[in-house]
């Protein structure tokens, strides 16, 4: 019943390791995206897809790739983790309306999934 | 460029007690969405509401009303009768129509005391 789900909810490891976080939408969401909240609860975009294209890369280390095999599903993965790299990462999704009296297309309300507590030690 | 300012950090009230927070905001748009959510102490972000600049109309639902005023920039959000419940961070966020990403506010850490 879940609309947006993120796994794993919550993420331990050691600097240096890899790790991945898949998001999944059922909502039939043309656009997906990833936010990152850090300890003092400011959330800033990462990463913004639509049908499977990147839209937006807000300027993040190469180290973060996100991926996504189809338009329900954006996955992030994580190289070489960095002490930097705690916070909690949220996924979204929104759906894209073509909007013929403002002209062009419009996407509406993202939706958040439930987020996923990094911890790098 | 987009930018959202929640000046009120922290606010505590007593239950009961009618609360507003303020959401302050630029953009050079001329067609944007606002909107204001909830992310209460389980960490989840909840949708509350959402506005577009066509539409200066205020909100009432329930016990939340929004009060949206494109002269001064605003888009302010105020709990009536505030309970236990509404403890959490509110956020304020803004975007474009294009909505390829939420600029987001501070936020601000409510705490109703009982």
């Known amino acids: 019943d879940t609309a947006v789900s993120q796994t794993p909810k919550y993420l331990v490891t050691q600097m ?3 790790k991945s976080i898949k998001c999944e939408q059922n909502l039939g969401h043309d656009t997906m ?3 990152k909240q ?3 609860k400011f959330l800033k975009i990462m990463f913004s897809y639509n049908n499977k294209e990147l839209i937006i890369n807000e300027t993040v280390p190469n180290r973060f790739s996100p991926k996504s095999p189809d338009k329900a599903h954006l996955n992030l993965h994580i190289n070489s983790l960095e002490l930097g790299d705690s916070a909690v990462y949220f996924c979204a999704s929104s759906q894209v309306r073509t909007d013929p ?3 062009g297309t419009r996407r509406e309300t993202q939706y958040f999934g439930p987020g996923t507590r990094l911890l790098v030690l | 460029a987009q930018k959202v300012t929640q000046a009120q950090t922290e606010i505590s009230v007593v239950e009961k ?3 507003t927070l303020d959401c302050v905001y630029e953009t050079r748009d001329t067609t944007y969405y606002l909107f204001w959510y909830k992310q209460p102490p389980s960490g989840e972000l909840v949708f509350l509401i959402r ?3 066509f539409d200066e109309q205020n909100e009432i ?3 939340y009303s929004w009060n949206f005023q494109k002269s001064t920039s605003s888009f302010n959000f105020t709990i009536t009768a505030s309970q236990v419940v509404d ?3 509110y956020f304020c966020a803004l975007t474009n129509f294009g909505n390829e990403k939420l600029t987001f506010g501070t936020g601000t850490r409510l705490t109703i005391i009982p």
Do not use: C, L, M, T
């Open chain 1, 16 to 18: 240096g390791n890899d």
């Open chain 1, 33 to 35: 995206y990833w936010y």
């Open chain 1, 38 to 40: 850090d300890s003092k």
């Open chain 1, 101 to 103: 009296i403002a002209s």
């Open chain 2, 17 to 19: 007690e009618d609360v």
């Open chain 2, 51 to 53: 506005r577009n600049s």
């Open chain 2, 61 to 63: 639902s329930g016990r």
């Open chain 2, 87 to 89: 403890s959490a961070v």
